[in-house]
């Protein structure tokens, strides 16, 4: 509910800061004293136009701040979850508006679109007045109060439920559709690529291990290029007999060893040049053996080679990377067998349609013909209610037509819509068509009476529901004003003492005159001022003892 109203610098109120309680509350005063103020200013936290002649005279900018209490379960709270607007204990609308008519939103102190805050607005007030007439009057809302009165919310959910997945069989059967026709569109080059590939029969890492394994072949030929380059250095140089390095150093042996005796000096060089044999002999066979050992397989580097440039083909020709591969074959083979079975898939997807089509119209059939019933019972209640308000000729018709199947939904197949006759033989109509001002208001006031219980809106607004009616017919608006207030939180302004005695709370608006500017004020009444002001509405400008004694009267007979 609404439990305060901070206003500074609207029109002719300079600040006013309102602490409002649950039940009815009554808002009374002279003509012009400034009640549609107060009215509109709530509307500016409820996200209705902003205009720059709601700014007070002089200021650069007016302001707004309702306070609300709600519910765990309200769904405004729901609202806010999916904006990313944490909740807190109190919801809290702010609206500012400059002297050029701009306006900020905020909610909670986050910034936020005037959308958003009629939304909101939407959700936690509903305003019923002789000119602006929201909430009972949108047929977007008929249907919901229909089935809140009578208790079908179980139904209701249930062909919610149904309708839900009934949509969600007809989306799986519309992709499974469309991926068999983009299939088969693409069949001749699916089977021609899936060959192709298959026949290649990429492997998962492949290309790594190949690329590995021809980097360590070519690191080996080129190890072996260089012992063979050395052993060709130990061996004879070319076929002209040129000598290798082995046979100059047995020449050179052989030549010392011819010396003619004494010949000692030569016999350690003669032992070296034997070492130097020996040795050169040894690296010879040790080069040879490295030589065979490490001779690569030259055709497996060519097949390696061929099969990474075959891979590497296939890759640029798919655009993908090589280690793709695999995955893109197993997608083709996929995609070509869900060709294959998709006749099959599809007829199986048709059938599961075609039972949560026929699951939905049951459920949804039964909620109609429940609404059929519930809605003559909702006829009657509402005629009991008129003949008080002076409305006994009007009627409340309901009328249920059913929507062709393009505008079946998740609440059913019905399009509802309140419609009334103010007069026998007259032809029903839109409440907010075929009523007058004072009429709509009580026509609303009658309904909210009986619709109170399923109500997701915590206040109501009624501006000037007693318009042009007096006495009876005035206490009998009072006395429902108050029946629907023991649910709801009830804002009421009125001209009338009848409906005035009844509020829990009563506000008196007034306007004054302070520091030459016209300025109007709220003042909370006490029992005694009360009183008195009864009794003004009572006698007029000169209120006699007779009129504070009717005052009395009317205290005590709401009490």
Known sequence: ?????????????????????AGLTVLTGETGAGKSILLDSLGLALGQRAEAGMVRSGQSLASVVACFQLAPTHPALSL???????????????????????????????PVGVGLLRRLGALLVEVQGQHDQVGLADPSTHAGLLDAFGALEPARTATSEAFRAWRGAERDLEAARDAIASAQRDEEWLRHASEELDALSPQEGEEDALAQERGTMQQSERRAEAVASALSDLQPRDRRGGAGPAAALRNAARALERLPPPNEEAAPAITALGQAQD??????????RLASGMAPDPRRLEHVEERLFALRAAARKHAVPVVELPALLRDLKARLAALDAGAERAGALEAAAAAARARYLEVAQSLSATRRATAGKLEEAVARELKPLKLDRARLHISIERRDERGWASDGLDRIMFLVSTNPGQKPGQLDKIASGGELSRLMLALKVVLARGSPVPTLVFDEVDSGIGGATAAAVGERLQRVAERLQVLVVTHSPQVAARGAQHLRVSKGIRADRAETRVDILAPATRREELARMLAGET????????????LAGSA
Do not use: K, P, Y
């Open 1 to 21: 509910m609404l439990v305060s109203l901070a206003i500074r610098d609207v029109v002719l109120i300079e600040r006013l800061d309102l602490a409002l309680g």
């Open 80 to 110: 806010l979850s999916e904006q990313g607007i944490a909740a807190e204990d109190e919801l809290v609308l702010r609206r500012v508006v400059q002297a050029d008519g701009r306006s900020r939103a905020f909610v909670n102190d986050q």
């Open 279 to 288: 040795a050169l002999a040894e690296a010879e066979g040790l080069l040879e």
């Open 543 to 554: 209120v006699t003892e007779a009129a504070r004694a009717a005052a009395d009267s009317l």
